[in-house]
């Protein structure tokens, strides 16, 4: 009897094989997360969560110092990466463009917050409550 693929074979990244990818900083993971995210088709890409990325966008941000520009740059080149599969693609493309201001995992928290039905995400970040929609600060 012949088997159909399932979506249970799809392959998920974990941040970590994210961030050496992009970042190259220990080569032999580089080599091994290179190896694996070429042998990724359009018809079997590897899958990226929204959690991936909001740890991804934070970790470049706090411990590799990129700034907000160059990781809207990155997520952009990215989503275009034909091998990669995101959670609410359409959602994080749209993301992406219209988050000019404000940490991009911040806007990401804010969407999975309005996706499941919450009116705000409270934060004591004022830059985020200044420039993320959705984002209120506690005080």
């Known amino acids: 009897m012949e088997q159909t693929p399932r979506e249970e074979s799809v392959k998920a990244l974990d941040t970590n094989v994210l961030l050496r990818f992009v970042m190259r900083d220990d080569e032999s993971q580089f080599?091994?997360?290179?190896?694996?995210?070429?042998?990724?088709?359009?018809d079997d890409p590897a899958f990226v969560s929204l959690v991936v990325l909001v740890?991804?966008?934070?970790t470049l941000r706090q411990r590799h110092g990129l700034s907000p520009t160059d990781i809207h740059?990155?997520?952009t080149t990215l989503l275009?990466?034909?091998?990669l599969?995101?959670?609410?693609?359409?959602e994080v493309a749209a993301i992406v463009a219209d988050a000019t201001r404000g940490e991009f995992a911040d806007h990401l928290i804010s969407y999975c917050a309005r996706r499941a039905g919450c009116s705000v995400t409270v934060t004591f970040d004022q830059g985020a409550a200044k420039a993320v929609p959705g984002m209120e600060l506690l005080s």
Do not use: N, Q
Not at 31 to 42: P, V
Not at 55 to 58: D, G, I, K, R
Not at 85 to 90: G, V
């Open 31 to 42: 080599a091994r997360a290179s190896e694996f995210l070429g042998s990724r088709t359009s």
């Open 55 to 58: 740890e991804f966008a934070w």
């Open 73 to 75: 740059a990155l997520v």
């Open 80 to 83: 275009e990466t034909r091998e």
């Open 85 to 90: 599969a995101f959670e609410d693609e359409s």
